[in-house]
């Protein structure tokens, strides 16, 4: 799998947006990137995935570079229960592999008021 | 839709007595990922199972942890024996049966929490 690197800590203002960086720059053509979070004590909860193309659905943003090798996530605007750790994944699925999702150190965004 | 359930929410056991983790899968998910996650640290792969066949188990310990996922009922993680640095959360999640490519999105349970005392 390739290796992410995020990251360990950033701040954001409560209202505005919260760009998320994570490299990925030994990604292969077939790896999706994928996002979670978790909040304190709390089991991960799914944010938002892709492979190629940018992505956007209720929660966040996702833009990945045209060379795939790092990509963004954006929270439009953040709100104080979006304090979390944000882990970057990226993974290959097929039949050779058993989509299992390897979590890294992730990034601990505090959003303050 | 009731998502990954997981029982029980805390658990508190004594050393040297087992430990029963329960989770059943979001309907229709026929497959199962086990993570624990120590105390002021990350998450870490466990196993992965599929209804009556263990997929991948590289992530489990050597000794006194097993799991298992049956035809009927919720996938269950057992540890024998247990030690104070089993002391952690276990989260459980599952993803549908997928096809030949494409992502594989895992939904998380909110975990179990052991304690041993």
């Known amino acids: 799998d390739a290796k992410t690197t995020q990251p360990p800590s950033m701040d954001c203002a409560e209202g505005r947006a919260a760009n998320l960086p994570c490299n990925h720059s030994?990604?292969?053509?077939?790896?999706?990137v994928y996002w979670y979070r978790q909040i304190h004590s709390q089991g991960p909860q799914y944010i938002i995935h892709g492979l190629k193309n940018n992505e956007t659905n209720e929660m966040a943003s996702l833009i990945i570079t045209e060379d795939r090798k790092s990509s963004t996530l954006i929270l439009p605007h953040a709100t104080l229960r979006d304090t979390a750790v944000y882990y970057c994944?990226?993974?290959?699925?097929?039949?050779?592999?058993?989509?299992?999702?390897?979590f890294g150190q992730g990034t601990t965004l505090q959003v303050k008021p | 839709n009731a998502g990954v359930m997981q029982n029980p929410r805390h658990l508190v056991r004594r050393r040297g007595q087992e430990a029963r983790l329960r989770c059943s899968p979001m309907k229709g998910h026929s497959h199962v990922y086990w993570y624990r996650q120590l105390p002021e640290e990350g998450l870490k792969f466990m196993v992965y199972l599929q209804k009556e066949n263990i997929i991948d188990e590289s992530g489990m310990p050597k000794e006194r942890f097993s799991a298992e996922f049956p035809k009927e009922g919720p996938s269950i993680l057992r540890i024998q024996q247990v030690v104070r640095g089993d002391s952690a959360a276990y989260f459980c999640?599952?993803?549908?049966?997928?096809?030949?490519?494409?992502?594989?999105?895992?939904?998380f349970g909110a975990g179990s929490r052991l304690t041993v005392l």
């Open positions: 030994t990604i292969s053509g077939n790896e999706y």
């Open positions: 994944i990226v993974r290959v699925y097929g039949s050779s592999n058993t989509g299992k999702l390897i």
């Open positions: 999640a599952s993803s549908p049966r997928q096809g030949a490519s494409g992502a594989n999105v895992l939904t």
